[in-house]
């Protein structure tokens, strides 16, 4: 009787053991997968709360009132940034890259948190822009508190250049 | 005295009036940098290799309706589209359609896949800034260029186009010899 009571606790122990190894199994999967979606699948555009939006007509505003108060970075596509961009802003590398992503890391790293920042893409249409969810979540995650990102609905083309706002090409 | 005065004020008054018609006219709007939408004007030339190596020349292409396609990887719209301009190319190619698209990735190896993944058998270009300038700013993508059979520019479509709409376009304009 006794043994057979040790035996049965020897087997709880043992499947005790084995929902321990398949539970860390499972949740190291799910960090690997969450990882690769990361890396792969674009961040939505929708992940940014509206109230950390900024439209083109109020940025200008902003700009021309005080040019230098927030450092500008668009973290989409070189060639579009060469050929033009807002008035002051740097490149930071593409949001939907690793490599932009790592760029971005190393441009912020040592700034203040509470440093006033405004992420711009333009790429494509807002809700299809692979590249505006993923620096936002970044810059989150750094903890930074004091990001605006400019909420550019069509492309900069239309959305910024078109409308007379200050604009530079890299040449 | 008096007919020389209205004679100068009407010559002045001509003057101003075309000086006027001029800036209205096809392909001369200008945006904030002063570049144009050239509708109307002759497609600058585009000379370069295609992925594949092979040469690739617009002024080579006069006769042909050309469909001219800016497009990256990383967009969601260009890829919609993909599909039908390889149908098209099948479709029209006989009636003298010639799609050429140039991509604005900045590196080679992500529309090098992406050519082999959607089976693009168009000639298919790298950008580059200097090359988005040249057409009037490609400030995001797609943008569309439809050049007829001189060499002109007919249309530009910024964003992801009606396709419906498009190939009636290219319907018509390969129908106008």
Known sequence: ?171 | MLNRRIRLWRILGCAMLAGLFAGAGPGVAQDAMGRTSLVGLRAPDIARADLRGAPVSLAALRGKVVLLNFWATWCAPCRVEMPRFVAWQKQYGVDGLQIVSVSIDDSEPPARALVERMHLDYPVVMGDAKLGERYGGVLGVPVTFLIDRRGVIRARIDGETDLGALQGKIEAMLAAH
């Open chain 1, 1 to 171: 009787m006794r043994r057979s009571s040790t035996i049965g606790s020897g087997m709880k122990r043992v499947r005790g053991c084995t929902g321990t190894i398949l539970f860390g199994l499972c949740a190291a999967a799910l960090a690997v997968s969450s990882v690769h979606a990361q890396l792969n699948q674009p961040v939505s555009a929708s992940v940014i709360p509206r109230d950390r939006l900024l439209e083109p007509d109020a940025l200008n505003h902003e700009l021309q009132s005080n040019p230098h108060g927030s450092l500008i970075l668009q973290v989409g596509s070189k060639v579009l940034f060469d050929q033009a961009h807002i008035h002051g802003a740097e490149y930071a590398g593409p949001g939907s890259r690793p490599r932009g992503i790592a760029a971005l890391r190393s441009r912020v790293a040592n700034l203040p948190r509470g440093q006033a920042i405004v992420l711009y893409c333009g790429c494509c249409p807002w809700d299809r822009c692979p590249n505006i969810g993923s620096a936002w979540q970044l810059l989150q995650q750094m903890g930074f508190t004091n990001v605006k990102v400019l909420h550019i609905a069509n492309n900069f083309g239309s959305d910024w250049v078109s409308r007379g706002y200050r604009a530079e090409s890299t040449h």
